[in-house]
DNA sequence: TGGGCGATTCGCT
DNA sequence: GCGAATCGCCCAC
């Protein structure tokens, strides 16, 4: 089995971070699977919650890196990010997409949805289908309830525009996993 | 296959 | 008050 990542794994560049993470495993309390797309943020990127300074809502992004930031979107969908850098920088990486592969009937139940490509196929669908809420905002990811591990070899990655966002668009800071069905919408060839 | 839209909460202006 | 790092449903093509 992989080695489990450790926070010092967070402590870099979110831009050499976020591709890293494709191919790596995310379990929470047991369910889970395989990272197969991210989302970078940086605070000096205007699409950043961090862009414009603390708030209570970001804090933790302001923290120390290897924790997790939770977040409420459109009022209804949780999304989950990894903070990176040194403490301070206030970048993360948002977890868009997961090939789910363990605790099948758990996101099933969660999802109430039949379809395993629709489980995880995008950063609120995964919440759901994982557990995540805002009582989790915060939390060390190399601790229970998460379970994190490095990939066991390099995937071949995608890279194009994030999603979502109305500012700084064109930014191609959204990585993916070459081929993988289970992402929240195709890369433009 | 893809565009339009409503749902629903809350941080920030 | 506004609008958002989204999703699922409905409709047209």
């Known amino acids: 089995m992989p080695p489990r990542l450790t926070r010092k794994f967070f402590d870099r560049s979110v831009h050499e971070v976020a591709p890293e993470l494709i191919g790596a495993t995310l379990l929470f309390n047991g ?41 409420r979107s459109y009022g209804i969908h949780w999304c989950l990010n990894f903070v990176c850098e040194a403490e301070g920088s206030a970048s993360a990486v948002l977890i868009r997409a997961l090939e789910p592969t363990a605790g099948l009937a758990a996101m099933r139940r969660r ?68 081929g993988s069905k289970f992402l929240s919408k195709p890369f433009k060839a």
């Open 111 to 178: 999802r109430r949805l039949p379809d395993e490509r629709a489980l995880c196929s995008g950063p609120g669908k995964l919440a759901e289908a994982l557990g995540v809420t805002i009582k989790h905002n915060g939390l060390p990811l190399d601790r229970p309830p998460f379970e994190l591990r490095a990939r066991a070899t390099e995937p071949e990655i995608v890279k194009g525009a994030r999603i979502g966002i109305t500012k700084a668009v064109e930014l191609p800071w959204r990585y993916g996993l070459k």
């Open 31 to 71: 369910a889970g699977g395989v990272i197969v797309e991210v989302e970078a943020y940086h605070h000096t990127d205007p699409a950043a919650h961090s862009y414009r300074g603390p708030t209570p809502r970001n804090a933790v992004m302001f923290g120390p890196p290897g924790f997790s930031y939770v977040y």
